[in-house]
């Protein structure tokens, strides 16, 4: 009788859920999430500025200079490029995650910009240089480590400008804070050719229920009418 | 007997191919020109006869699940113009038809008209359906999330629920899907007149609706989707048309750019994804 039960109880879970289950013993980040306390400038750990070697730094400076006369010409989300990571975590605008024994899918509202986290696979060898780079992650308890390389270099780390290059490497750690109502993100960002040694900062971000994705189109706010090619 | 396997085999399979052309009812050939017309500025373009193959030997096989549509497809074969059969025009209205004839001659004439997508803007549907690119289906509770390569553009269909009663137009619309058996049905509505039905360009209006009817097909190594076009005012009549989507286990949707240029474009019909 109990096989019975549990046959039937199997049967209508399998009818209800169409896609395979999570593992159960890991956090669900699945949902809307929005970035608590919005800042420019990427404020570390412990508010140090962040470790630029001179070059970087001269860069940064100049990147500034030109912001602060309202100058957003030399940002490439200017026109429409991909913000670039972890940029993309440190903005206002929400994104969504889908959570899959596989992979977690983050969707950022803007400019419905989409970055696939794969599970359990080596970190790309690949040197092509994507605006996002390549994402792989593991478990690790009810922490998600994931690891970000192959970058190119033409995005900016935070809305301030703060340089890198393509030997960028991230190492985020999500988790869920306790009560599992806001996740955190400590991303770890080295780039030896920009910054003198990894430095770290943490973001804390808040679940948006029911809220729905608005289609946000980049090219249409900023009125362009042709592709725009990088020169 | 091995070595006959072959000639038998081979004589079966013209045998069957005879039956079956002796069977099927003779079809007019596809027309080149729109609407069989004797102009050559209405040359349609010709389709990508093979997108994608089969997934290569030894790629994971499909869910066994018919509800689970996870996983990369991409489309069997490539049509620019979106009517009932390969050739054939949507149902257009003649004003309507007259701006698709007029969008074939600037193209024919080395000047096509931009669309929302040569500006990068989306597609919009059901063209965004009829991509050469690969597409990866996500499932979450409540949720049908579609990612397509080409664009970054993301549909998401809200699983048993209505469409919000006040909708702001937009290029993708408003999807709602439910399950009929094994079969998804996505409903989608909402969108702006912005975009066109096809490559080709025939027209729609802010009344479009859409219907879906997408399932597993092929023990799962294929995904079927029958698409139903109404437009009150573009159209004179609905219509449907079907296409499928081949399982590809092996490929990963790369990173795709439109804003900067398009490096994935296609080469011989197969798209070289970086």
């Known amino acids: 009788m109990r096989q019975v039960l549990l046959l039937a109880a199997l049967c209508t879970a399998s009818l209800a859920s169409a896609q395979a289950p999570l593992d159960p013993s890991q956090p669900d980040f699945s949902g809307i999430w929005r970035l608590v306390g919005y800042h420019a400038a990427t404020a570390l750990d412990g508010q140090r500025a962040p470790p630029l070697l001179p070059e970087a730094a001269k860069v940064y400076a100049e990147r500034k200079a030109a912001l602060a006369k309202g100058d957003h010409s030399a940002d490439p989300a200017s026109t429409c490029l991909p913000e670039g990571m972890p940029r993309l975590m440190l903005k206002a605008e929400p994104f969504e995650i889908l959570q899959r024994p596989t992979l977690l899918a983050f969707n950022y509202q803007i400019n419905r910009l989409p970055r696939v986290v794969y599970l359990n696979q080596p970190p790309s060898t690949d040197d092509s240089g994507y605006y996002l780079g390549e994402s792989t992650a593991t478990w690790q308890g009810d922490t998600l480590v994931v690891d970000t390389r192959d970058f190119n270099d033409l995005t900016w780390l935070d809305d301030s400008g703060l340089p890198h290059g393509t030997a960028l490497k991230l190492t985020e750690r999500l988790q869920l804070a306790p009560g599992a109502k806001q996740l955190v993100d400590r991303i770890t960002i080295e780039d030896p050719e920009n910054y003198k040694a990894p430095w770290t900062i943490t973001r804390r971000y808040e679940r948006l229920p029911g809220y729905r994705m608005p289609e946000d189109v980049c090219a249409e706010k900023i009125g362009s009418s042709a592709p725009r090619r990088r020169k | ?274």
């Not at chain 2, 080149?32 to 102009?39: A, Y």
């Open chain 2, 1 to 274: 007997m091995s070595k006959n396997v072959p000639f038998i085999t081979a004589a079966a399979t013209v045998l069957f191919c005879c039956a079956a052309q002796a069977q099927a009812p003779a079809q007019a050939p596809r027309p080149l020109r729109l609407n069989n017309s004797d102009d050559p500025l209405l040359t349609l373009t010709p389709p990508i006869g093979r997108v994608a193959a089969d997934a290569p030997p030894g790629s994971a096989p499909p869910s066994a699940n018919p509800r689970d549509l996870e996983g990369v497809w991409w489309i069997s074969r490539f049509e620019y113009m979106l009517g009932a059969a390969p050739g054939i025009a949507p149902p257009l209205k003649p004003e309507y038809m007259r701006i698709l004839e007029r969008r074939i001659r600037a193209k024919n004439r080395g000047t096509p008209e931009a669309d929302a997508s040569t500006d990068c803007r989306p597609h919009g549907m059901p063209r965004l359906m009829e991509s050469p690119y690969p597409i990866r289906i996500v499932q979450t509770p409540g949720q049908v999330t579609l990612m397509h390569e080409v664009a970054h553009n993301i549909r998401r269909i809200y699983l048993d629920v209505p469409h919000p009663e006040k909708l702001r137009p937009s290029y993708l619309g408003n999807s709602v899907g439910k399950w009929e058996g094994d079969t998804l049905v996505i409903d989608t509505t909402g969108l702006n007149d912005k975009t066109y039905i096809d490559d080709e360009g025939s027209t729609h209006s802010t009344q479009i609706h859409l219907v879906e009817r997408i399932r597993k097909i092929k023990e799962g190594r294929e995904l079927e989707d029958v698409i139903t076009v109404t437009d009150p005012v573009t159209l004179t009549e609905p219509y449907s048309f079907t296409r499928t989507y081949k399982w590809r286990p092996d490929v990963k949707p790369a990173e795709y750019v439109c804003e900067e240029n398009n490096r994935n474009a296609p080469e011989n019909g197969v798209t070289v994804a970086k």
